[in-house]
């Protein structure tokens, strides 16, 4: 069976009709596909935004200046690391309570010191890295310690419930009463060779 030039045209016509439409489809299936995948980056990027409150990490060398940390009513600070290596005075995390009920200044927290191996400090045991959260409002001061450099972590919440309640949840890791086996009589004498 030989085909005529005309009916190749024709068929190869209909080829070319056939490609254009699955194109056409997936084309439109490929543009929905990638509409749906912005929309979905878009709302998971606007969430991370919303909720995600990062850490922030600063250092503080011998020339820096303080860093000042300015925490408004209804927000706390968390301090999660403040170390410091070198240097002979230690660096110290200074709050000033700017409320109406409270006022003044303390130190707070001082920097643990990492480099334990060298100078007066050889022959400590290491320290235990300590936290801290810092209720607003508060003005809270890192001053720079000449020849150390500090490092500290923290993070600033707000502190969605508002005055909450006064209900103190103590921890402790001593563990509560424990069953112990008590002696019973038992109703049959035994005898114990």
Same mark, same amino acid.
């Given at each position: 069976? =030989?085909?005529?030039?005309?009916?190749?045209?024709?068929? =190869? +016509?209909? #080829?070319? #009709? &056939?490609?254009?439409?699955?194109?056409?489809?997936?084309?439109?299936?490929?543009?929905? @596909?990638?509409? /749906?995948?912005?929309?979905?980056?878009?709302?998971?990027? $606007?969430?991370?935004?919303?909720? $995600?409150?990062? @850490?922030?990490?600063?250092?503080?060398?011998?020339?820096?200046?303080?860093?000042?940390?300015?925490?408004?009513?209804?927000?706390?600070?968390?301090?999660?690391?403040?170390?410091?290596?070198?240097?002979?005075? /230690?660096?110290?995390?200074?709050? %000033?309570?700017?409320?109406?009920?409270?006022?003044?200044?303390?130190?707070?927290? %001082? $920097? %643990? /010191?990492?480099? &334990?191996?060298?100078?007066? *400090?050889?022959?400590? $045991?290491?320290?235990?890295?300590?936290?801290? !959260?810092?209720?607003?409002?508060?003005?809270?001061?890192?001053?720079?310690?000449?020849?150390?450099?500090?490092? !500290? %972590? +923290?993070?600033?919440?707000? *502190?969605?419930?508002?005055?909450?309640?006064?209900?103190?949840?103590?921890?402790?890791?001593?563990?509560?009463?424990?069953?112990?086996?008590?002696?019973?009589?038992?109703? @049959?004498?035994?005898?114990?060779?």
């Amino acid at each position: 069976m =030989d085909r005529s030039p005309s009916s190749e045209l024709v068929a =190869d +016509y209909k #080829q070319f #009709q &056939l490609a254009e439409v699955e194109t056409a489809c997936i084309s439109s299936s490929m543009k929905i @596909f990638a509409a /749906r995948c912005l929309i979905a980056v878009v709302v998971l990027a $606007a969430a991370s935004s919303a909720f $995600a409150n990062p @850490f922030k990490t600063k250092i503080i060398t011998g020339t820096t200046s303080a860093l000042v940390i300015t925490v408004p009513d209804d927000h706390f600070l968390k301090i999660t690391n403040f170390t410091q290596q070198g240097g002979t005075d /230690r660096g110290v995390v200074s709050v %000033t309570l700017t409320g109406d009920e409270n006022s003044g200044t303390a130190n707070v927290l %001082t $920097a %643990t /010191r990492i480099d &334990l191996s060298t100078g007066t *400090n050889s022959q400590n $045991a290491p320290e235990i890295i300590n936290r801290v !959260i810092i209720a607003g409002p508060a003005q809270v001061t890192v001053a720079p310690v000449t020849g150390a450099t500090l490092f !500290i %972590t +923290y993070r600033k919440e707000s *502190n969605e419930g508002g005055g909450g309640s006064n209900n103190i949840v103590f921890i402790s890791p001593t563990p509560g009463a424990t069953a112990t086996a008590t002696p019973s009589f038992s109703p @049959f004498p035994t005898i114990t060779p």
